[in-house]
């Protein structure tokens, strides 16, 4: 079993930023490859924001490339996304996600997610 526990988020003015970060309760070296995110607006499907590898092989969602930054720590099992230029359109719950693929990691089916949070952008 892995727990992930997401950090960060809360109210910014479009424009602004905000950082995310994610630790995962046990080591992903030999369980799970691949951590990321993935935000969902109540009533919407899922949408795949970024993801990154071990060997930091990163893939980002078309609507936040050139503003968000994934980044990871292997030796600290953590995840961090920094997110820039945020617009009303970011506004959703993010979840830390992780899993052996990549793509189950952007389509928000992971083997494991975190609880997640909130984060609103005001126009």
């Known amino acids: 079993q892995v727990e992930l526990v997401e950090t960060g988020g809360g109210s910014v003015q479009a424009g602004g930023s905000l950082r995310l970060s994610c630790g995962a309760s046990?080591?992903?070296?030999?369980?799970?490859?691949?951590m990321g995110w993935f935000r969902q607006v109540p009533g919407k499907d899922p949408e795949g924001v970024a993801v990154i590898g071990r060997n930091r092989w990163t893939r980002y969602g078309d609507s936040v490339k050139g503003r968000f930054t994934i980044s990871n720590d292997n030796d600290k099992n953590t995840v961090d996304l920094q997110m820039d230029s945020l617009k009303p359109e970011d506004s959703a719950v993010y979840y830390c996600?992780?899993?052996?693929?990549?793509?189950?990691?952007?389509?928000?089916?992971?083997?494991?997610r975190g609880q997640g949070t909130q984060v609103t952008v005001s126009s």
């Open positions: 996600a992780a899993d052996p693929k990549f793509s189950p990691v952007l389509n928000g089916t992971p083997a494991y």
């Open positions: 046990r080591s992903t070296r030999t369980l799970y490859y691949y």
